[in-house]
């Protein structure tokens, strides 16, 4: 492996929750649920490749990468199986997971997330767009543009997942958005519905609804759990 994660550890449940944050965050998006998580759980909070505190590396910069890194992780940490929650990127990184590993995951929480682009509403998705192509115009010259290409690319490029592939995933699932997220609600309605048997809740808030309303959404993923 060509990374070490950043991480927090929290807790001493006999069960495994590993929490992913989403896109130019870190692990500290997660503030209002670790606390929470781990008076039941054994709490993984991680910085993804590239983000907060742990390395970019060599490795390709994608979604597909960063459930490659999850499984070293997990290997590493001799985790055999754990629940797992994402955020937005994080959430794509927990499916991409489930659907490559479905022996590692107990439970899947989906929070915000996406199949593709095109399940974020325009006014949010069209000036990513605008600025990852103008970040890959200047990464030539700029090491600075260069990242924030990458970091755009991972919103304009993946995860790229058809509702068709869903189907195969086995883990018991909980899909849950904010009522005004960014990600259309016909989309998080779509990722529930191919999902067998999942479990819809919508939350009265934005995309950032774990921030926002910590309590609300605490209470929802641990009845879930």
Request: aromatic share 8%; proline share 4%; net charge neutral.
């Amino acid at each position: 492996m060509d990374i070490q994660h950043y991480y927090i550890e929290k807790g001493q449940g006999e069960e495994t929750i590993i929490l992913l944050h989403g896109n130019g965050e870190d692990c500290t998006y997660f503030v209002g649920q670790i606390d929470e998580f781990a008076r039941r759980y054994h709490v993984y909070a991680i910085d993804t490749r590239g983000h907060g505190r742990t390395p970019r590396g060599n490795a390709p910069f994608t979604i597909r990468q960063f459930a490659d890194d999850l499984l070293e992780f997990m290997d590493l940490h001799h985790i055999a199986k754990a629940h797992i929650l994402g955020f937005s990127d994080g959430g794509n990184i927990a499916m991409i997971f489930a659907l490559r590993h479905p022996e590692r995951v107990d439970r899947l929480i989906l929070n915000g997330a996406n199949l593709n682009a095109r399940g974020v509403k325009f006014l949010t998705q069209f000036p990513i767009e605008v600025g990852y192509r103008i970040a890959r115009l200047s990464a030539r010259w700029s090491a600075k543009a260069k990242a924030n290409a990458e970091m755009l690319g991972l919103m304009v490029n993946d995860p790229n997942v058809a509702p068709s592939e869903l189907a195969a995933i086995r883990a018991r699932t909980l899909v849950i958005a904010g009522t005004h997220d960014m990600i259309k609600d016909a989309h998080t309605r779509l990722i529930a519905r191919s999902i067998p048997n999942a479990e819809l809740v919508l939350i009265d808030g934005s995309h950032f609804i774990a921030n926002e309303k910590p309590e609300e959404f605490n209470r929802a993923v641990l009845a879930f759990l």
